[in-house]
């Protein structure tokens, strides 16, 4: 079960590696690669993220690929425990991206170095759809393909 919840986690890091980077430009023409995954690394190390190089955007990617991973393990164990759950895969891929997205603007942001953050309207339908189509939906599907060859 561990593999499949770190294959879909990684699944779904991967997805929204490439889809972060390609649309938040599109709407913010700051919001460069580089940009982006300081800002997550912005949790850990502060405002100091952007002037870190190299290494803060190594370290952003990282911790984005730990919580994807995190997320996934979690989405497997609860997809495994019921059918329903497999059979409705995108309905449930899509609970779990806004479960994913109110997680991380509720609990964990206001832990992080970042602290509280009120997203703008833009930015709060950018984030819910790349929650919804890609990283969660992204990953149910993979959970539900691994769980099916493992019954």
């Known amino acids: 079960m561990l593999k499949i919840g770190f294959l879909s986690g990684l ?3 991967a997805l929204d ?11 913010y023409p700051r919001a460069s690669f580089t940009r982006i995954w300081q800002s997550v690394a912005e949790g850990v190390l502060g405002k100091a993220s952007y002037d870190g190089g190299a290494i803060t955007v190594l370290i ?3 911790l984005h690929f730990f919580i994807a ?6 989405l497997v164990l609860v997809m495994s425990r019921a059918e329903l759950f ?15 997205y109110f997680f991380m603007m509720k609990v964990v ?8 953050k009120h997203p703008d309207a833009k930015s709060m339908a950018i984030s819910l759809a790349i929650h919804i189509l ?7 599907y993979v959970a539900t393909r691994l769980l099916k060859e493992k019954a």
């Open 109 to 116: 942001l206001p832990m992080s170095l970042v602290g509280a």
């Open 60 to 62: 952003g990617v990282a």
């Open 69 to 74: 991973l995190c997320a996934g393990i979690v």
């Open 134 to 140: 890609i990283f969660g939906m992204g990953s149910a």
């Open 17 to 27: 590696f490439a889809a972060a980077p390609t649309i938040y430009p599109l709407a």
């Open 86 to 100: 497999r059979r409705l895969w995108m309905v449930s891929g899509a609970v779990f991206g806004v479960s994913i």
């Open 11 to 13: 699944a779904a890091g």
